[in-house]
């Protein structure tokens, strides 16, 4: 089945050491994007990719980055976690900008010690 | 700035109730409204509505945009326990692949 995948589900980090988080599909989409997502609240855009093209949100730190090697998949680096970046991770994708349907995969929930 | 809010924040009924959660918007260049129900992963797509006073409709859930009055209604008729989640209203701005989310309504729904 086509499906966005999300590695790993669970992450534990310690404060201040890098971690990276895996989005991989299988829909062949051109655009991929990384939500986060705290509690209680609406998922926010980080950045996406459109194809290679890089598109960084304005209020996203720098704290944040994201690479994409190939079409399918996409990654997810904090360069230095805080306490205050624990949250759901979503990966989501979508098979051109202007479509409106996005498919999200199940999420990374990160913890920062 | 551009905002969506929904209303109630949150929503407890019991099983065979009807219920109806708003979602405002005050956008520009708006393109569409999506609908998401959120469970204990990741959202998954209910609606997608573009047009005025069409409604759509899947099962028990339907849905209907009024821009003139920039906002959208999701019903949910004869709840079951399996309708509890965090439904979550998101407005698409032309010109862009941005999605501007409201905060949610957490629908709880009790036997």
């Known amino acids: 089945d086509a499906m966005v995948i999300q590695n790993p589900r669970y992450q534990v980090t310690q404060f201040g050491k890098p971690v990276t988080l895996s989005c991989s599909q299988t829909l062949n989409h051109n655009v991929m994007y990384w939500y986060q997502q705290k509690s209680s609240q609406a998922p926010k855009l980080l950045f996406h990719y459109y194809d290679k093209d890089f598109n960084n949100e304005a209020d996203t730190p720098d704290n944040f980055q994201s690479r994409r090697p190939n079409t399918s998949f996409c990654f997810l680096d904090i360069r230095s976690p805080g306490l205050g970046d624990a949250a759901m991770y979503l990966c989501?994708?979508?098979?051109?900008?202007?479509?409106?349907?996005?498919?999200f995969g199940p999420g990374t929930r990160l913890t920062v010690l | 700035e551009d905002k969506v809010v929904q209303s109630p924040l949150s929503l407890v009924v019991h099983e065979g109730d009807t219920v109806t959660l708003n979602c405002s918007y005050e956008?520009?260049?708006?393109?569409?409204l999506l609908w998401y129900k959120q469970e204990k992963k990741a959202p998954t797509f209910l609606f997608m509505l573009t047009s005025s006073g069409i409604e759509k409709k899947s099962g028990r859930l339907s849905s209907i945009l009024d821009k003139k009055e920039l906002f959208s209604i999701l019903n949910i008729t004869a709840t079951q326990t399996g309708d509890s989640a965090v439904y979550l209203c998101a407005v698409e701005k032309s010109n862009t692949d941005k999605l501007i989310f409201g905060t949610g309504t957490r629908l709880q729904v009790f036997p």
């Open positions: 989501a994708t979508s098979r051109d900008p202007w479509d409106n349907e996005q498919f």
């Open positions: 956008v520009t260049n708006f393109r569409s």
